[in-house]
C-alpha cells in the first residue's frame, strides 16, 4: 500500500513539474542555445562575402535556401522551444490556427503579458515589439504591415498579426532562425 501511495505521489509530483512554467532566466538559456545553434548551422552554410543577418534576411525572404542538412539541424535546435511554446499558448489560452504558429510562441519570455492590452501598464511598448520583429525578421518583413493601425487593438491582437505574418513569410526555417533574435530582443526590451 505504501508504495502504491508513493508511486502515485511521485507521479502527480513529475505531471505537475512537466507542466511548470519555466523560469525567465531557463528560458533566456533556451533561447541563447538555439541561436548560437543556428548562427553555428548559417555560418557553416553561408557565402564568405555575406554576411550573417544578410544571409539570415536572404533565407527568411526566400531568396536562398538551406541544404537539407542545415534545415533538419536548425528543426532539431527548435525542438525545446516548440515544447516550451506550447506551454506558453496553453497557459495564455491562445488561438493556434496551424502548427506552424507554434514555434514564433517559443520567442516571448514566460511572464510576457500577452493578454495585457494596457499598454501604460507594460513594461514593453507596441513600438518596441514591433521594433522587436523587424530587427529579427529583416526590413523585408517589415514592408509588409505598418504598426501603428494595429497599436489601439492590444498586445495579444500585435502579436497574432505578427505571427501570422512572419510564419507565411518566412515559413517553418525562417521562423526558427527568427525567433532567437526577436526573443532577446523581448528580453532586452523588458529589461529597459
Not at 35 to 48: G, M, Y
Not at 137 to 153: C, D, M, N
Amino acid at each position: 500500500m505504501k508504495k502504491i501511495l508513493l508511486g502515485l505521489v511521485a507521479t502527480v509530483m513529475l505531471s505537475v513539474a512537466g507542466n511548470a512554467q519555466i523560469s525567465k532566466e531557463s528560458w533566456r538559456k533556451m533561447i541563447e542555445n538555439h541561436k548560437v545553434n543556428v548562427d553555428r548551422v548559417l555560418n557553416s552554410e553561408k557565402p564568405k562575402d555575406v554576411e550573417l543577418n544578410k544571409f539570415k534576411e536572404q533565407i527568411i525572404l526566400g531568396e536562398r535556401k538551406l541544404s537539407e542538412k542545415s534545415n533538419l539541424e536548425i528543426a532539431k535546435s527548435s525542438e525545446p522551444l516548440k515544447k516550451y511554446a506550447m506551454d506558453f499558448i496553453k497557459k495564455n489560452d491562445i488561438l493556434v490556427e496551424n502548427e506552424d504558429e507554434i514555434l514564433f510562441y517559443s520567442g516571448f519570455y514566460p511572464d510576457f503579458p500577452i493578454n495585457d492590452d494596457n499598454f501604460e501598464t507594460l513594461s514593453i511598448t507596441p513600438d518596441e515589439l514591433w521594433y522587436c520583429a523587424i530587427e529579427a525578421a529583416g526590413v523585408g518583413f517589415g514592408a509588409s504591415f505598418g504598426i501603428h493601425t494595429l497599436k489601439e487593438k492590444g498586445i495579444k491582437f500585435i502579436t497574432k498579426a505578427i505571427t501570422k505574418v512572419l510564419v507565411k513569410f518566412a515559413g517553418p526555417i525562417g521562423t526558427a532562425i527568427t525567433i532567437a533574435d526577436f526573443g532577446f530582443c523581448l528580453y532586452r526590451a523588458d529589461q529597459d
